[in-house]
């Protein structure tokens, strides 16, 4: 739980603050935007909620907070324990694709994302296994597989895996991060694994990275993100575990498919036309090489 006493200094006055064991992964700026601010080195509440649906938005950001850095000091009840899955595009009934939230500690607070589907629902990457969360996704119908992008957002996989009976995918040069993977991708070229469903792998931020492409979405794990300042998609040379020759080589693969959203596990998301995304790729290839 947060601290008041470690309460960093930007923080403004009133009930909400940031402590300093914010690891600064933006969790809280991806969900409640007009509250929370990016400091030198954690997020601090720039503004205190004004209305109820600012208020809802920064009970979310407690919640999804991997390192329970946002403190509330008039102690309310979270209201919005039972929000997530979080919608972003289509409807959870059917076909649609959300935000878990809870996001994990083990992934440095990355996204994770449920895709509800009538051929069974999909994982794609792991938040932390609460009960709250796992209520709710079961009443979607639960889980048929667990897409990985890579080694480092794997968290609590495995104990989806088991509750759920699901199968989980993940690439061979990453295996090690998932010993018990049911399913493991080799090789470079695109997997067309299921109608709807193509795994590319995308080597360079990690050895065994891949992204996954569902009709117009695009999960990208770490390979690829928007920054909303720049307004332009960007990938991180400084958290290239791997190799960055090989990641500009699987961008530039990228470029032949077509998506309207970027979901990256750390970074902003985007809604985009296919045209706009392509250009988008080629620029930022041109200016990482």
């Known amino acids: 739980m947060a601290d008041s006493k470690l309460a960093v200094r930007e923080n403004v006055a009133g009930p909400f603050f940031v402590d300093r064991t914010c690891i600064d992964c933006d969790a809280c700026r991806q969900l409640a935007p007009s509250v929370f601010g990016d400091g030198a080195r954690t997020s601090f509440v720039a503004q205190q909620p004004r209305d109820a649906g600012n208020l809802r938005a920064a009970q979310q950001a407690v919640l999804a907070c991997p390192v329970g850095a946002i403190g509330d000091r008039d102690h309310r009840p979270n209201a919005a324990t039972h929000d997530f899955p979080l919608l972003i595009d289509g409807d959870l009934e059917t076909r649609?694709?959300?935000?878990?939230?809870?996001?994990?500690?083990?992934?440095?607070?990355?996204?994770?994302?449920?895709?509800?589907?009538?051929?069974?629902?999909?994982?794609?990457?792991?938040?932390?296994?609460?009960?709250?969360?796992?209520?709710?996704?079961?009443?979607?119908?639960?889980?048929?597989?667990?897409?990985?992008?890579?080694?480092?957002?794997?968290?609590?996989?495995?104990?989806?895996?088991?509750?759920?009976?699901?199968?989980?995918?993940?690439?061979?040069?990453?295996?090690?991060?998932?010993?018990?993977?049911?399913?493991?991708?080799?090789?470079?070229?695109?997997?067309?694994?299921?109608?709807?469903?193509?795994?590319?792998?995308?080597?360079?931020?990690?050895?065994?990275?891949?992204?996954?492409?569902?009709?117009?979405?695009?999960?990208?794990?770490?390979?690829?993100?928007?920054?909303?300042?720049?307004q332009r998609l960007v990938a991180w040379r400084d958290v290239c575990w791997y190799s960055w020759p090989k990641q500009l080589e699987s961008l530039e693969k990228l470029a032949a498919y077509d998506f309207t959203w970027v979901l990256p596990g750390h970074g902003k998301r985007i809604h985009q036309s296919p045209d706009v995304m392509r250009t988008q790729l080629h620029r930022l290839v041109e200016r990482a090489a």
């Open 96 to 230: 649609g694709v959300a935000f878990c939230g809870f996001n994990a500690r083990a992934s440095y607070g990355g996204n994770s994302y449920l895709i509800v589907h009538p051929d069974g629902n999909w994982l794609v990457d792991s938040p932390r296994f609460v009960r709250p969360l796992v209520e709710r996704i079961a009443a979607f119908g639960g889980l048929r597989f667990i897409f990985l992008t890579h080694r480092d957002d794997v968290a609590d996989a495995a104990e989806f895996a088991a509750h759920f009976g699901a199968q989980r995918i993940i690439h061979e040069g990453d295996r090690g991060a998932a010993p018990g993977a049911e399913i493991v991708i080799e090789g470079s070229a695109p997997v067309a694994f299921a109608p709807e469903f193509t795994i590319i792998p995308t080597p360079g931020h990690t050895r065994g990275h891949c992204v996954l492409l569902h009709e117009r979405y695009l999960f990208t794990g770490d390979h690829l993100a928007y920054d909303t300042d720049a």
